[in-house]
């Protein structure tokens, strides 16, 4: 059974910084490329950045190039988002996927990122 739990959310302020985890169980984390994807209240799933398996190639949404580095430890089945220079716009709840994209049909219970000074 796939287990994603996210934590490392809170509350930053504009130009702040915050670092995500997400530590994954339940299949062999190291074969499989990872999505971090985030709802800002009233809108949809937004995929906000992904990582091959081997960490060969990764995805940025545009808004957050620059910004924000996914990376990951597969000793560790551990997923990370850094998250720097935060602005307003990415307050949101940010999940955990399995998977490249939104297609994925594992996803953890997310962890709240709030911007706000």
């Known amino acids: 059974q796939v287990l994603l739990v996210e934590s490392g959310g809170g509350l930053a302020q504009p130009g702040g910084s915050l670092r995500l985890s997400c530590a994954a169980s339940g299949f062999t984390f190291s074969r499989h490329a990872m999505s971090w994807a985030r709802q800002a209240p009233g809108k949809g799933l937004e995929w906000v950045s992904g990582i091959h398996s081997d960490g060969s190639a990764t995805y940025y949404l545009d808004s957050v190039k620059g910004r924000f580095t996914i990376s990951r430890d597969n000793a560790k089945n551990t997923l990370y988002l850094q998250m720097n220079s935060l602005k307003p716009e990415d307050t949101a709840l940010y999940y955990c996927?399995?998977?490249?994209?939104?297609?994925?049909?594992?996803w953890g219970q997310g962890t709240q990122v709030t911007v706000s000074s």
């Open positions: 996927g399995k998977g490249w994209g939104l297609l994925s049909n594992d």
